[in-house]
């Protein structure tokens, strides 16, 4: 089983960047799809997830209207794109997944039902 994370860097406030999340080893379309984040010195947190389908997403409020997560299951690929980005964003982010029936939604699932972790990419918006 692998997620490797990738897109992370150094950028502005303001500005964006587009996280992506190749999956293998599993069955991608089983799985509902997370992004996490973990700020120095802060509790890790989730960020957005999309459900097996694509059905529903969730995204922590203080990223709603900034930040989509959408996934390609063909490809088991799942997408963070983050614009307006705000220095308070600087975190390691990980992508993660759950094995879920498929009438889950994302914002009933919790951090300790996401089985597979990948590696992490870190963000750093700074002037």
């Known amino acids: 089983v692998q997620l490797q994370a990738s897109g992370g860097g150094l950028v502005q406030p303001g500005g964006s960047l587009r996280l992506s999340c190749g999956a293998s080893?599993?069955?991608?379309?089983?799985?509902?799809m997370g992004w996490f984040r973990q700020a120095p010195g802060k509790e890790r947190e989730g960020v957005s997830c999309?459900?097996?389908?694509?059905?529903?997403?969730y995204n922590l409020d203080s990223v709603k209207g900034r930040f989509t997560i959408s996934r390609e299951n063909a490809k088991n690929t799942v997408v963070l794109q983050m614009d307006s980005l705000k220095p308070d964003d600087t975190a390691v982010y990980y992508c993660?997944?759950?094995?879920?029936?498929?009438?889950?939604?994302?914002?009933?699932?919790?951090?300790?039902?996401?089985?597979?972790w990948g590696q992490g990419t870190l963000v750093t918006v700074s002037s």
């Open positions: 080893g599993f069955p991608f379309d089983y799985y509902a």
């Open positions: 993660a997944a759950a094995p879920v029936p498929s009438y889950r939604e994302c914002r009933s699932l919790r951090a300790h039902e996401f089985r597979y």
């Open positions: 999309v459900s097996r389908n694509s059905s529903s997403t």
